[in-house]
């Protein structure tokens, strides 16, 4: 085992790991952050997005030991400094963007960093940002809709019904 | 998966020297080796990474072409090589979903070549160089069956080299699941004759079509290929798609490339 040291949601933080230890094993079980969720743990479905110096990654597909240093930023670091529903989580919860809620940390993430790069996307590159991240529940609507709000347009005179 | 030892050197000489080291084996983005370790299909003693190494990063123009560093991940491909070889840069910006194009490299799918992956129709229609801590690889040598590459043990892609041709493109048909190529194609125009790759079809991985390569050198167009077919022995079957499909693709997809190419 070895000491990890990283800065995740702005603090700095270190837990034992292995060098097989995935980032996503280390956020919950090193660190109790257990809002990224592990759904395939194939790289597959996205559930465990997070961001790695600012750039999306899928935390089931990376070792620990590899971000050495590096700064993470999870679904706990993204509500408001008061604790308030940040930008993105309140656009998903006024437009219904969740319905059991498993994938949403990895959908609020891949969103927050899909608007970092293009403030103000279509709808076909919303689609296109997110085809890493599946959902079993909405069928996508009401997800490109929230993604759509919280880039300022107006998603309904936008998203196709 | 099984444990190992976990190494991250700074320069190509640290890495050639843990690589030297009894059951190591090189790790790139490992978008594709973390899987394959997960499945106990691989389980080395010692993992190096190669993502620390900054002569490994970066994409520039140079003698010969676009120079890649290995570990260039295919996200910084798709925005920086856009200006120079934008078929490249659109292939890059095509493989997996936006998180794995934040990890994965152009050196790990090279090194990998897996039989459906996009960067070797882009290497070997590019006529490309495959370089190495050791030595320089012309494209036609590298490649060399379904998984199968001239890199020996120990040895590691630093760099790619592209030439860049007067016109190219990259037509994928994706098989939606994986994101990987059902079958794709990548043509590429040069002063001196076309060059046809193509991926996801052949039991033997990427390969030339190299009729449809003269027909195009002599006429660059779509219908130049009218009347070729493309032999389905040898081509990949599986529940996605049968031989004949992938045959047919191939032709098809060519077509569409020299009609996007720019």
Request: charged letters at 15%; one cysteine or more; a negative charge.
């Amino acid at each position: 085992m070895t000491k990890v040291t990283m800065t995740v949601n702005g603090k700095s933080v270190s837990a034992e790991a292995e060098g097989r230890t995935l980032l996503v094993d280390y956020l919950r079980g090193g660190l109790g952050l257990t809002g990224t969720h592990v759904g395939c743990d194939t790289s597959q479905c996205g559930a465990c997005v997070v961001h790695v110096d600012g750039k999306a990654v899928k935390a089931c597909t990376v070792f620990a030991m590899d971000v050495m240093g590096a700064e993470v930023r999870t679904i706990e670091g993204m509500a408001n400094a008061d604790g308030s529903l940040g930008l993105v989580q309140q656009a998903f919860q006024d437009h219904h963007g969740l319905q059991c809620g498993f994938c949403t940390p990895g959908m609020v993430m891949t969103t927050a960093a899909l608007l970092a790069e293009n403030p103000r996307p279509t709808e076909a590159q919303v689609r296109h940002g997110l085809e890493g991240n599946i959902c079993r529940c909405t069928g996508y609507h009401n997800i490109v809709k929230a993604v759509l709000a919280a880039s300022g347009q107006d998603a309904d005179a936008i998203a196709a019904e | 998966m099984h444990n190992f030892e976990f190494v991250k050197p700074a320069t190509i000489a640290d890495a050639v020297a843990a690589l030297a080291a009894e059951g190591a084996q090189p790790l790139s983005g490992g978008q594709t080796l973390l899987p394959t370790m997960k499945q106990r299909l691989a389980a080395p003693e010692v993992l190096v990474s190669l993502t620390g190494i900054a002569e490994m990063q970066g994409v520039c123009m140079g003698e010969g072409g676009l120079h890649i560093g290995a570990a260039t991940p295919h996200a910084v491909v798709a925005a920086e090589a856009a200006a120079h070889y934008p078929a490249l840069a659109a292939l890059a910006g095509g493989i997996g979903d936006p998180a794995v194009r934040n990890r994965g490299t152009i050196g790990g799918s090279v090194a990998n070549n897996d039989p459906a992956a996009c960067y070797p129709a882009a290497v070997l229609a590019s006529g490309a160089t495959v370089v190495t801590n050791t030595r320089r690889i012309a494209a036609e040598d590298y490649f060399q069956g379904m998984f199968t590459t001239a890199l020996e043990e120990g040895e590691f892609i630093t760099q790619v080299i592209f030439p860049i041709p007067q016109r190219g493109a990259y037509v994928k048909f994706n098989q939606p699941a994986s994101r990987f190529a059902l079958t794709a194609v990548f043509v590429a125009q040069f002063a001196d004759g076309v060059r046809v790759a193509a991926t996801g079809a052949s039991n033997n991985g990427v390969f030339r079509w190299e009729e449809a390569e003269e027909a195009l050198s002599a006429e660059f167009s779509a219908g130049a290929i009218a009347g070729l077919t493309v032999s389905s022995d040898d081509m990949i079957s599986d529940l996605h798609g049968s031989a004949a499909y992938r045959a047919n693709l191939v032709k098809v997809l060519t077509g569409r490339a020299v009609t996007a190419a720019r």
